[in-house]
């Protein structure tokens, strides 16, 4: 039975959901992290949040792992690459906590104009009744700086307008449109931001974005700004902002999101002008309910290996690819195991050409060229993550090209070199989805990639086809198909589809015909 660990709280609706699908779940969301690890030789799939580092140790303990659910947004504590190099697929759960996070921010947002927790601290448990301790600012006509203008930093923007604030979004990812047609203001330059008199953060946590707010950019801000930081901790230089606050430069930051967590002991934590949070930004029920589901759901797609949402780590988004390409990206699977297939040596390149509109899409399906040519020798090991490096890792050449029509709408043809040689395989789809190999190794031909094939190449002299059908009437094969084509130095190539298996006494049989120069055998 296939297992999903679920190493962190998630609501109970997604347990459920995992369970009524009959999956065995082990629920890791009580087990100490260091625990954590002798748990997960046993899991095919992992459900991971924030307090959970998907790093060497975690995906070295997790031998069986094929995918990994991160329910929620932030991937700056998985380890791409190192899953990539595992063949793991790892997906996040983009936007179900993006309102959850947008509303924490707005809550920030108001709590720091304010002194909310200040002012509450001091009724409630000073029992200070003192209105003049307690002045804040207005929003309304002042400056919000939005650093990120993606999913959750577009709609406080939004949120932010409706209270008449002016806001100036920094985004170099987006086209200006995004925000120039909301009637806000785009920059290029980050000094805009800095000049805001509220700023808030609003990106992934990454080498670029990582102390974005320094002491540097600090020193530029208005005196008495505002930051709020719901993204992650390390956004805004912890040191840096704790200097700013001391100095009353910075009048007040509200703070969702620590560069380490459980922040319990943070030095922010000493400070009297800020409002901090224990990273609640996906904490809603509704949040938490529509993410657990929707993690549950991928795990499961997952483990059914019919999709991988929102996949972080494919070298292409299926998403992406127009529908009539699909049938392509089969056939060159196809296409390239069949290359395989018939020239078993240690790959040295593969090559991918394509002519007609799919010339478009040539790099994204390169590596579907190469699970194809790859899984005869590694079989269900190789994916559509790994594939890349395991290319790389054995030193195998990998090249593209578009060429000139040559008489198809759309052709697509791989060419995968071994140590004995190249072998060219040539395929098209006619109407939507009818796929033909129409050429091998020169050799024009025609049939349907599917099934048990021997591909056998000989000298153009008559009797050849009835040697070949003697054989397998011995052997009691059917022949369901027989393609030949040839060419004009006196050679030719017959593809013969066949009912039932071939062995390699047949095979032997057939290599040793007179005529014969080569026989293979491939299933597709
Ligand atoms: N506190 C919490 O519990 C939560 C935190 N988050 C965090 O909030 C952040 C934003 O999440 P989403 O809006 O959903 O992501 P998103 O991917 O929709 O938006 C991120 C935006 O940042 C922009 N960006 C990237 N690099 C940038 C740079 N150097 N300068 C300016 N902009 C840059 C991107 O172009 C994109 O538009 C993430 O770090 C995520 O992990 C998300 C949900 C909950
Ligand atoms: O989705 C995100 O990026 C978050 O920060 C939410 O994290 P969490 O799942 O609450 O640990």
């Known amino acids: 039975m296939k297992t999903v660990i679920v190493c962190d ?38 459900i991971t949040r924030s307090p959970t580092d998907v790093d060497e140790t975690f995906l070295n303990a997790a031998t069986n792992l094929k995918s990994l659910v991160r329910a929620g947004v932030g991937v700056d504590n998985v380890d791409l690459e190192a899953c990539s190099k595992r063949g ?171 560069s380490y967590e459980p922040a319990a002991d943070h030095p922010l934590l000493e400070i009297e002008n800020i409002c901090v949070t224990p990273h609640l930004g996906a904490n809603t029920l509704e949040s938490q309910e529509k993410i657990a589901i929707q993690a549950a759901e991928q795990a499961l797609a997952a483990l059914r290996g019919t999709s991988y949402p929102n996949a972080l780590n494919l070298p292409f988004k299926v998403e992406e690819l127009p529908p009539f390409v699909m049938p392509y990206v089969e056939l060159l699977q196809k296409m390239s195991h069949m290359a395989a297939q018939i020239n078993k040596h240690p790959i040295t390149s593969v090559r991918l050409e394509a002519e007609g509109n799919i010339g478009k899409y040539v790099n994204s399906m390169l590596t579907f060229a190469l699970v194809g040519s790859f899984r005869e020798s590694l079989g269900e090991t190789i994916n ?72 056998f190449k000989n000298s153009d002299v008559p009797g050849v086809i009835m040697d070949i059908s003697s054989i397998l009437a011995e052997h009691h094969i059917n022949i369901a198909d027989f393609r030949l084509g040839r060419d004009e130095h006196g050679m030719a190539l017959a593809v013969i589809l066949v009912d039932e298996a071939i062995d390699k006494h047949i095979l032997a049989k057939l290599n040793g015909l007179k005529t014969c120069i080569w026989a293979e055998y491939a299933v597709l």
């Open 384 to 455: 559509y993550v790994n594939a890349g490096f395991v290319a790389k890792e054995k030193g195998v050449k990998t090249s593209t090209i578009v060429e000139p029509k040559s008489g198809y709408d759309n052709k697509i043809t791989v060419k995968v070199t071994t140590e004995k040689g190249m072998t060219s395989i040539s395929g098209t789809v006619f109407g939507e989805s009818e796929q033909r190999i129409v050429n091998i190794n020169g050799f024009k031909t025609d049939f349907k990639p599917k099934g048990k094939m021997i591909v």
């Open 88 to 258: 793991i697929i790892a997906m996040n759960v983009p936007t179900a906590n993006t309102i959850a996070a947008v509303e924490l921010t707005m809550a920030h947002l108001l709590a720091s104009a304010r002194s909310l927790p200040q002012a509450h601290n001091h009724l409630k448990h000073d029992r200070v009744w003192k209105r003049e301790k307690w002045y804040g600012v207005e929003l309304c006509g002042k400056k919000l700086g939005v650093i990120g203008f993606g999913n959750i930093g577009s709609r406080v923007a939004v949120r932010a307008k409706s209270f008449e604030m002016e806001i100036v979004a920094y985004d170099p990812y987006i086209p200006s449109s995004k925000v120039t047609d909301l009637g806000m203001t785009y920059t290029e330059n980050f000094n805009d931001i800095l000049a805001c008199d509220f700023i808030t953060i609003h990106t992934p946590k990454n080498k670029e974005t990582l102390n974005i707010i320094d002491d540097e950019e600090i020193v530029q801000m208005k005196e008495g700004v505002r930051l709020i930081n719901v993204a992650r901790g390390g956004l805004y230089n912890e040191a840096a902002l704790e200097r700013g606050l001391r100095s009353g430069k910075v009048a007040y930051a509200a703070i969702d999101v620590f």
């Open 9 to 46: 709280a998630i609501h109970s609706k997604g347990f459920e959901l995992l369970k009524q699908e009959g999956v065995e779940v082990i629920d890791a969301t009580k087990v100490p992290k260091n625990e954590l690890l002798g748990l997960m030789d046993k899991a095919d799939v992992a």
